[in-house]
C-alpha cells in the first residue's frame, strides 16, 4: 500500500501518472480512483478481486463457457434448416473466427489484465468504445442468465409437466443455488466450475464416440448410416421456396446467427483472467487448448451428427417446435433412431448439467462486467465494491434481479422467446467479438510504436495483426446478414429483425452519446498507456517463473504420479 504524491502531473487522457523509484522507470497512471491510498493493482480498499484462480480453472472455464443450449440444442435448428455440410462448414468458419479473436483476446489479457473488455477499450482505443462494449456485453449477460434459467425449468418439464409442477419453482431452485455458488469467493466459484465442465467434456467426448459407434452401425438397430444423409436427403438444403443452388446458398448462411450463439461464452477467459493467479501462463494456455477443443467439440460433434440424423428426419422436424429440453436435441434423435433405451433420459439429465453450469457462469460474468464498468467509472461506484471475500456484491445483486425475468418467459411460449433471445445474444456476444479485434489491432499498434516490436510480450498471438483485420471484416459482415432472411418471405417477420439487429443501434448509441457527452478522443499510438500496472504484472510474472520451475523438476523427479499424469494427458482436455 502506497498513496500518491501531491504533484501529479496531468497526461492526456492517460490520466494521472507518477513515478515510483521502487519501480524503476515503470510509470503508474491512475484513471480510476480518486487520490487515496491505493496498492500494486490500483484500486481503493474494498474494491478488489481476489486473484485466486489457477491455469486449470481458467481453461475449463473458457471452454465450459460455451458448451451449452447452443451446441447441444441449437444445432438441431442449424441442420433442419440447411444440412449436415451447410452447418458443418457454417460452425467451422464461426470457430476459426472465435479462435482468432481468442487469441487477440489473451494477448492483451496477457500483457496487462484488466477488469473487462470495457478497461481494454478505453485504454487502448477511446473511453467511448470502452463504454460501449462494456454496456453491449452487460445487456448481453443481464439477457441470457435469465433465458438460461427458463431453458433450466423446461429440461425438468422432459420428466415433470408444467401441470403438476409450476416451471417457476425449478427457476427459483436454480437461482438459489447459482447465487450461493457466485455469493461465497471466486475461489470456490473457480472450482465448482472446473468440477462443471470436467463433466461436460467427459459427455461430449462420450457423446461424440456414441455418435461414432451409431454412424458405423454398432447401435441396437444395426443400422450403418455412414455418408448415407449426405447424398439422401442430400448435404445441402433449400432454403424454402428457393430451388437450387440460390436456395442451398441462401440456408446457409442463415445458420450463421445460431453458430454464433453456440459459440458466446467462449471469450469469458478474458473476464477470469483478473481473478487468476499469473495470467501470463494461464490465459496464452487457455487459448491455446481452445484450438484444439473447438475442433474435437464442434467440428468432430457435429460432422458426425450430419452423418447420423437427416435434415427431414420427423423426430428432428418435430423437435424444432418443442420447448428447449432433451426432446429438442438432435442428438436425441439420433439416440431414438439408433433404439437405445434408458439414454435420453440420461442425456437430458447432462442437458440440465450443462445448462445450470452456464447459469452460473452467466451470472458470474453479469457481475464482473458490471464491476469492471464500475472501476472504469462507467457505472456509480457502488458497484465497484467488494467483500471480504472479493465479490462484488452489489454488482451481484443487480445481475439477480435481472435474473427475475425468467418468470416472464414461463408464461408465454417459451420456445418462441428462447429464439428470440437467441437473436439478441448473439447479436451482442458479435458486437464484443468486434470490439476485441478493433482494441487488439490499437493495442498491437501501440506496442509496436512505444516498444518498436513485441519480443518483451510474454506471449504473441499468431499471423497478426492480418488475421485479426480479416476476422474483424468477416465478423462485421456476419452481423449485417446474420438474419437477412426476414425480407425473403411474403410477410415480413419483425420480431426476428428487431431481436436480429437491435443490438446494433444500442451500441452505436451507446459509443456516440458518451463521446459526445464526455468529448473523448481516439487515443494515439504513442499516447496509448502500455505502462500502468505493468510492473506488479511483471513482478507476478516473476514469482510465476520460480513456481513454474519448482513444479518442472517436481514433475521431473515424481513421474507417474497424479500430477505428471494431469499435466502430461488430462491437462490437454480438462
Not at 436435441?329 to 439416440?335: L, N, Q
Amino acid at each position: 500500500m502506497s498513496t500518491l504524491p501531491q504533484d501529479l502531473e496531468k497526461k492526456g487522457s492517460a490520466g494521472f501518472v507518477y513515478r515510483d523509484e521502487s519501480l524503476g522507470d515503470a510509470q503508474i497512471s491512475v484513471t480510476t480512483i480518486d487520490k487515496e491510498a491505493i496498492g500494486e493493482d490500483g484500486k481503493q480498499e474494498g474494491t478488489r478481486l481476489k486473484k485466486e484462480l489457477d491455469a486449470r480453472h481458467v481453461s475449463m472455464i473458457a471452454i465450459g463457457g460455451s458448451l451449452g443450449t447452443g451446441l447441444l440444442i441449437g444445432t438441431g435448428g442449424s441442420l433442419a434448416a440447411a444440412g449436415p455440410v451447410s452447418i458443418l462448414i457454417s460452425y467451422s468458419f464461426v470457430g476459426l473466427l472465435v479462435y482468432t479473436v481468442m487469441s487477440c483476446l489473451g494477448e492483451m489479457a496477457a500483457f496487462i489484465p484488466l477488469d473487462g473488455f470495457t478497461s481494454y477499450a478505453s485504454r487502448y482505443v477511446d473511453p467511448a468504445l470502452g463504454f460501449a462494449v462494456g454496456y453491449s456485453y452487460l445487456f448481453k449477460y443481464f439477457i441470457v442468465t435469465p433465458n438460461q434459467l427458463t431453458a433450466g425449468a423446461l429440461v425438468m418439464q422432459y420428466w415433470v409437466s408444467r401441470d403438476k409442477v409450476n416451471p417457476g419453482i425449478w427457476i427459483t431452485i436454480f437461482l438459489v443455488l447459482i447465487i450461493v455458488i457466485n455469493t461465497v469467493g471466486v475461489r470456490f466459484f473457480g472450482e465448482f466450475e472446473f468440477w462443471l465442465s470436467s463433466i461436460k467434456v467427459v459427455v461430449m467426448l462420450a457423446l461424440i464416440i456414441l455418435l461414432f459407434v451409431i454412424m458405423l452401425g454398432g447401435a441396437p438397430n444395426h443400422d450403418r448410416t455412414g455418408f448415407r444423409y449426405w447424398k439422401n436427403p442430400g448435404a445441402f438444403k433449400p432454403y424454402t421456396g428457393i430451388p437450387g443452388d440460390k436456395g442451398k446458398f441462401v440456408s446457409f448462411a442463415s445458420v450463421f446467427a445460431l453458430a454464433l450463439f453456440a459459440y458466446t461464452g467462449t471469450e469469458l477467459c478474458g473476464i477470469v483472467a483478473a481473478e487468476a493467479r499469473n495470467p501470463r501462463r494461464s490465459v496464452p494456455r487457455a487459448i491455446k487448448l481452445t484450438l484444439y477443443r473447438i475442433v474435437v467439440f464442434y467440428v468432430i460433434s457435429i460432422f458426425l451428427l450430419g452423418m447420423t440424423v437427416a435434415y427431414n428426419d420427423p423426430l428432428l422436424l418435430k423437435a424444432k417446435t418443442m420447448s428447449t429440453s432433451a426432446a429438442a436435441s438432435p442428438f436425441v434423435v439420433a439416440i431414438v433412431n439408433a433404439q437405445i433405451p434408458v439414454l435420453p433420459h440420461i442425456f437430458n439429465a447432462c442437458v440440465l448439467l450443462f445448462v445450470f453450469s452456464a447459469c452460473n457462469s452467466d451470472l458470474y460474468v453479469a457481475s464482473r462486467t458490471l464491476y469492471g464498468l464500475a472501476i472504469d467509472r462507467k457505472a456509480p461506484q457502488i458497484f465497484a465494491k467488494t467483500n471480504r471475500w472479493g465479490v462484488p456484491y452489489y454488482s451481484l445483486l443487480l445481475s439477480v434481479l435481472f435474473c427475475l425475468l425468467a418468470y416472464m418467459n414461463v408464461s408465454s411460449s417459451s420456445g418462441q422467446v428462447f429464439n428470440y433471445f437467441v437473436n439478441v445474444v448473439s447479436i451482442f456476444g458479435l458486437l464484443s467479438w468486434i470490439s476485441i479485434l478493433i482494441t487488439y489491432i490499437r493495442f498491437e499498434k501501440a506496442v509496436r510504436v512505444q516498444f518498436g516490436d513485441k519480443s518483451s510480450l510474454s506471449y504473441t498471438a499468431a499471423m497478426q495483426p492480418w488475421s485479426a483485420y480479416v476476422c474483424l471484416g468477416f465478423c462485421i459482415l456476419i452481423g449485417l446478414i446474420k438474419n437477412y432472411t426476414v425480407f425473403l418471405g411474403h410477410k415480413f417477420d419483425y420480431k426476428t429483425f428487431i431481436s436480429g439487429y437491435i443490438g446494433i443501434p444500442v451500441f452505436l448509441i451507446c459509443y456516440v452519446g458518451y463521446k459526445v457527452i464526455k468529448r473523448t478522443k481516439l487515443i494515439k499510438p504513442e499516447e496509448v498507456d502500455l505502462y500502468t500496472f505493468k510492473a506488479a504484472i511483471d513482478a507476478e510474472e516473476e514469482e510465476g517463473k520460480i513456481v513454474d520451475e519448482e513444479r518442472k523438476q517436481r514433475l521431473k523427479n515424481g513421474r507417474y504420479t497424479l500430477e505428471w499424469f494431469y499435466d502430461r494427458c488430462l491437462g490437454w482436455v480438462f
